[in-house]
């Protein structure tokens, strides 16, 4: 999927778009790539002299993935995919500027406009992070 397709599938742009490439994907499940850049903006005060991608942009970049995923289920101009709960959340290794990740994300149930997912981050095939994650589409003011 390109860039163009991501930027189709999910409303985030730049600075705030964390995908740069789907690798994989099925109907309940996809797998998609981050390198994070010595450029991106997080860098500059998380830290100066230890540089560390923020859990929360791991978290962002994952649920992004899973956003993707949930396009197939959304009509365009219909809503936008939003979190709605996290828990379980585990760090495991500390990502860094030229590391690249796979967020893999399992859509394991729906219930209406609810989706449950397990998201997993991997550096090297090992795993950096993992968590749960709810979501629904927020309907789009007119």
Do not use: W
Not at 62 to 84: D, K, N, R, Y
């Amino acid at each position: 999927m390109t860039k163009f397709a991501i930027e189709d599938a999910i409303p985030h742009r730049g600075p705030m778009l964390l995908v740069d490439e789907v690798v994989e994907q099925t109907e309940d499940h996809i797998v998609c790539r981050k390198t994070f850049t010595p450029e991106e903006y997080f860098f500059q005060g998380h830290y100066p002299d230890y540089p560390l991608v923020p859990g929360v942009i791991l978290c962002e970049a994952t649920m992004q993935a899973g956003a993707i995923l949930l396009s197939q289920f959304v009509q365009e101009g219909e809503g936008v995919p939003v979190a709605t709960r996290l828990n379980d959340v585990k760090f495991k290794k500390m990502i860094r500027p030229g590391d690249t990740i796979e967020m893999n994300v399992k859509l394991n149930e729906r219930m209406a406009d609810a989706f449950f997912m397990t998201g997993k981050v991997t550096l090297d095939g090992k795993l950096a992070m993992r968590f749960d994650f709810a979501c629904t589409v927020a309907k789009m003011d007119a």
